[in-house]
């Protein structure tokens, strides 16, 4: 039940666009993105509920394709503080649980000057 | 403080020893959480608090592994008779409210356990 993230890695430069995916084999109710930074605590980056139009975080949008289950991030003109490791979190619909997130694996994501 | 407050930051025990962990969510969070991750991997979802309930224990991986929230703000996860396997970086998160599923969390800096 652990959603998949696509790539497991990408390197960028600066100014470079990414786009990281994450997908899942159970009906979604909302997806959740965080970035985390070595030896540093995951921040909260958005969220998409079912349902929802695409948001926006300064150059990072993302989108929620509900027929697909598949969640997409949208890195646009990547900056040297967007490098870190990029989690999905997904909140499965009908479930029994109300605060239950299941991470992804992680993308990592290395920007150079 | 401003952020969600654990400790000890660092726990190094010897197999078959209890440890506790605790976490300070921030002032007036209403829903806390804990998880697990490992090296290079996500977050793994152990419980969750609303108030002083425990909502959601399915993550806890064997009865060795408790959590309480007694008076709906500072939480202890208590791991007995630690094994090796126990080994990894616990993290405490809270959220403001609870909206149709968890909204935004506020992660601890986390507990590392290493069991020898």
């Known amino acids: 039940q652990q959603p998949v993230q696509s790539p497991q890695a990408v390197i960028l430069r600066e100014g470079e666009d990414a786009v990281i995916n994450c997908s899942s084999s159970?009906?979604?109710?909302?997806v959740h993105w965080y970035r985390q930074k070595h030896g540093e605590a995951p921040v909260f980056l958005m969220i998409l509920l079912k349902g929802g139009e695409q948001k926006g975080h300064e150059k990072i949008s993302a989108s929620f394709n509900e027929k697909k289950q598949q969640s997409s991030l949208y890195l646009t003109a990547s900056q040297l503080s967007y490098s870190g490791t990029y989690f999905c979190g997904i909140y499965f619909a009908g479930g029994t649980s109300y605060g239950k997130l299941t991470f992804g694996q992680g993308t990592i994501l290395t920007v150079h000057p | 403080g401003a952020g969600v407050s654990q400790s000890p930051r660092y726990k190094v025990t010897k197999r078959g020893q209890d440890v506790a962990l605790r976490c300070d969510p921030i002032s007036g969070h209403v829903s806390l959480y804990w998880y697990r991750q490992a090296l290079g991997q996500g977050p793994e979802f152990l419980t969750y608090f609303n108030y002083e309930a425990q909502q959601d224990k399915s993550g806890l991986p064997n009865d060795r592994f408790s959590a309480e929230r007694p008076e709906g703000s500072i939480s202890t996860l208590t791991i007995q008779r630690t094994e090796q396997r126990d080994s990894a970086m616990y993290r405490c998160?809270?959220?403001?409210?609870?909206?149709?599923?968890?909204?935004?969390?506020?992660f601890g800096e986390g507990s590392r356990l290493t069991v020898l």
């Open positions: 159970k009906a979604l109710y909302s």
């Open positions: 998160a809270s959220s403001l409210d609870r909206l149709a599923g968890p909204g935004e969390l506020f």
